[in-house]
């Protein structure tokens, strides 16, 4: 392949169908049609001699060629987009920015809320693009330019900055008028109890087990699970209309009452609380978007009162 006859947007088109998986999104992203993008993709494949991408009912899904190529492709998309923004400035008020950012299912009920209302403030025409990944696979979405920020129980690595938001707490959630558990809201719940207790356990596919889940497993405890969800999402609802119970991070208390009329109580074991951090790619250090963003957030953080925010 000669780079001087090669036209380079056919990288972008690449890069688009391999982050959005799909022609049809992918076109309406880079605003394209979609015969067009269709026909780049087309002119992509004759020069690189593999088909790239097998359609299929859950999308365009790339080869193992396409998955290879698309690593240096979006990471030297990321180094472009960083190094053309470094010096700019940034009008948070005037900027239609798009940001993407990584967050879990906690992440998406605690801190999506009130950061939109921030980002609605400040920069009113700045979209959010929010992606729900398992936190061990921040560090190589981040790499690979698929997300700007992540937030969760993350740490960091060489190529990487992270600033701790703060320490999540576990407690034991369930409906508010539960004939055994009720009278334990705003208390301890009783160890007999929580291992009798029938539990809703988060089990995700493919994911490292929990800080939480590797404490248990120290001390020998097993739980009476007998649901497993891959979100905590559809948990409170769940809790509301059974005698279940759930372990989840005490910031979910104001916003699972108002939704569901789901109480807390303290768990009665020993554990660690988990730091939830703020985690970017060093090259997005000096970018005054990006730095925009992470202050606002930081500053949101670091006064005690977001945890009245029931969000």
Do not use: C
Request: proline share 6%; hydrophobic share 45%; charged share 20%.
């Amino acid at each position: 392949m000669k780079l001087n006859t090669f036209d380079l947007n056919l990288l972008r088109v690449f890069d688009a169908i391999l982050q959005e998986g799909s022609v049809s999104i992918a076109a309406e992203r880079l605003g394209l049609t979609q015969s067009a993008v269709s026909n780049a993709l087309s002119r992509l494949r004759q020069h690189t001699g593999d088909p790239l991408f097998i359609r299929s009912r859950d999308g365009m899904i790339p080869t193992a060629y396409a998955q290879r190529m698309g690593k240096s492709v979006t990471e030297a998309f990321a180094m472009i987009r960083a190094g053309l923004s470094g010096g700019a400035n940034f009008e948070p008020a005037q900027s239609t920015r798009e940001f993407r950012i990584l967050l879990s299912d906690v992440g998406e009920q605690v801190i999506l809320p009130p950061l939109i209302e921030l980002v609605a403030r400040g920069g009113p025409a700045i979209r959010l693009k929010i992606d729900t990944l398992a936190d061990e696979t921040y560090h190589e979405a981040l790499q690979l330019g698929f997300a700007d920020l992540g937030m969760g129980f993350v740490h960091g690595r060489a190529g990487f900055a992270v600033s701790e938001l703060f320490n999540s707490t576990n407690g034991v959630a369930f409906r508010a008028d539960h004939p055994e558990f009720g009278k334990y809201a705003g208390g301890t719940l009783p160890m007999e109890s929580y291992l009798q207790a029938a539990h809703v356990a988060l089990e995700r596919k493919k994911s490292q087990p929990t800080l939480f889940e590797i404490q248990l497993q120290r001390q020998a405890i097993r739980r009476n699970s007998l649901l497993a969800v891959p979100r905590l999402a559809a948990v409170p609802h769940i809790l509301s209309r059974t005698n279940y119970i759930a372990t989840a991070p005490l910031e979910l208390r104001a916003i699972w009452f108002a939704q569901s009329r789901v109480e807390f109580a303290a768990l009665p074991i020993e554990t660690e609380p988990q730091p939830v951090s703020l985690i970017w790619h060093n090259r997005q250090d000096s970018d005054p978007g990006h730095l925009w963003l992470r202050e606002l957030i930081i500053s949101y953080y670091k006064h005690p009162a977001w945890r009245l925010d029931p969000g």
